[in-house]
Structures are given as structure tokens and as C-alpha cells.
């Protein structure tokens, strides 16, 4: 089992519409969570870091599921410029030695 | 504004020829990375250091070397290339502990072994 999975989609969607993604851990000693995204040719960045209570920066939603080892990223209201790659990450344990762990993205484009 | 700069962003080299990937950053940040990124396998950590002179490996180090003998600049070197390490690699650099930091990449080197 990857240590990070995500559905690679495409997500193919409108603009306007509402999209999630979900990414599953395997590290139940993992501390730290962000979304990164990554427009085509270029590197990754990011995007917003995950916090245990939800947090929102926008038109965007993170959430995090401990018990099921489980983080999610919600769009609304989606833009054509919202097209890009987006990277589940996770740091590897609880020691500050470990290290972050990339899933390998999830695909979206917002069609006009 | 945060700069990470990677040397070259394509190189073409023969199989048996030694590579070195140069990146430095101006962040004066204690941690610096060197990943690797293939289609279907997303990112792949090769080596970090969060100090001068330390290094530690990834998950993928063979192959590999790496050298930091200035805080502000990460090599990575490939001894003897080979085909199978034809790939994008993407050099990151953060502050703070290791694994909670923001990571700040460069635009990334993408190289063909052949």
C-alpha cells in the first residue's frame, strides 16, 4: 500500500461546479498535512496546509479525518484557472527528523 | 521573493557520464531537498540535509550522492548515469523542522539519459 494515495482522475468538470478530493494516509503517527499544487510544466506550491478543526481559504475547504486516516480538498465555485495538478502530503511520523511524503496528484480541468 | 534556482532545466547525457544538478536558494533556510518526479509515481524524496555538511537519504538514494558545503547551495550528483535515471528533478528548500515547513521548489531540471 502506497504511503499516500490519491485518485489521479482526470477530474473533468465545469466552471462553476463543486469538486473534491480525497487522499488516504497509512502513517497514523503522521502530524502534519498540506495540499500542493502543481500547474503543468511548472513546480509544485503550496496551496494550503490541513488542520485538525477544517480550515477554509476561500473558495477552498480542507479537512481532515484522523480516525480514518483520511484528507480531503473541496473546490467551489471553479475557475479555469483552477486547472492543475493538486498533491496530497503528509509528513512521514511524529519525529521532526521524518520527512514529507507526496501523493501522486490529482489531476483537474474546469472546462468552460 | 523567495528564490530557488536549479542550474540547468534540460540536459541530454550519455549513459556512464557523471551529472551534477546545482540548486541554491536565497531564503537562507536550514533545509534543503532533492526529489525526483515521474508520471504515475508523483514525487520521490532522493536525499535532504537540514545543515551544512549533514545529509540524510530518501527513499530512493541509489545512484545518488549529495553534497552541501554551503548553506545557501545542494548538489546533487549522479556518479555514473544511467537510463533509468531519466527524470524531472526538483530541488526544494524550507525553514524550520524538516517535515513541517513550507517547501519552496525550483523550476525543476529535466533530464534525459541516453
Known amino acids: 500500500r502506497k504511503e499516500v494515495e490519491q485518485d489521479p482522475g482526470p477530474f473533468n468538470v465545469p466552471e462553476g461546479a463543486t469538486v473534491a478530493f480525497n487522499c488516504t494516509y497509512s502513517n497514523s503517527a503522521s502530524q502534519s498535512f498540506f495540499w500542493y499544487r502543481q500547474d503543468c510544466r511548472k513546480e509544485p506550491k503550496l496551496l494550503m496546509s490541513v488542520y485538525s478543526s477544517g480550515n477554509e481559504d476561500g473558495r477552498f475547504t480542507a479537512q481532515l479525518n484522523r480516525a480514518s486516516q483520511y484528507i480531503s480538498l473541496l473546490i467551489r465555485d471553479s475557475k479555469l484557472s483552477d486547472s492543475a495538478t493538486y498533491l496530497c502530503v503528509v509528513n512521514g511520523g511524529s519525529s521532526n527528523t521524518g520527512k514529507l511524503i507526496f501523493g501522486q496528484g490529482t489531476t483537474l480541468q474546469v472546462k468552460p | 521573493d523567495v528564490k530557488v534556482t536549479q542550474s540547468s532545466r534540460y540536459l541530454v547525457k550519455r549513459t556512464g557520464e557523471k551529472v551534477f544538478l546545482e540548486c541554491v536558494q536565497d531564503m537562507d533556510h536550514e533545509n534543503m531537498f532533492w526529489y525526483r518526479q515521474d508520471p504515475g509515481l508523483g514525487l520521490r524524496l532522493i536525499y535532504f540535509?537540514?545543515?551544512?555538511?549533514?545529509?540524510e537519504k530518501g527513499d530512493i538514494p541509489e545512484g545518488y550522492s549529495v553534497s552541501r558545503e554551503k548553506k545557501e547551495r545542494f548538489s546533487l550528483i549522479l556518479e555514473s548515469a544511467s537510463t533509468n535515471q531519466t527524470s524531472m528533478y526538483l530541488c526544494?528548500?524550507?525553514?524550520?523542522?524538516?517535515?513541517?515547513?513550507?517547501?519552496?521548489f525550483g523550476e525543476g531540471s529535466r533530464l534525459t539519459v541516453l
Open positions: 540535509s537540514y545543515d551544512v555538511k549533514m545529509k
Open positions: 526544494a528548500s524550507s525553514s524550520g523542522t524538516v517535515n513541517t515547513g513550507e517547501l519552496f
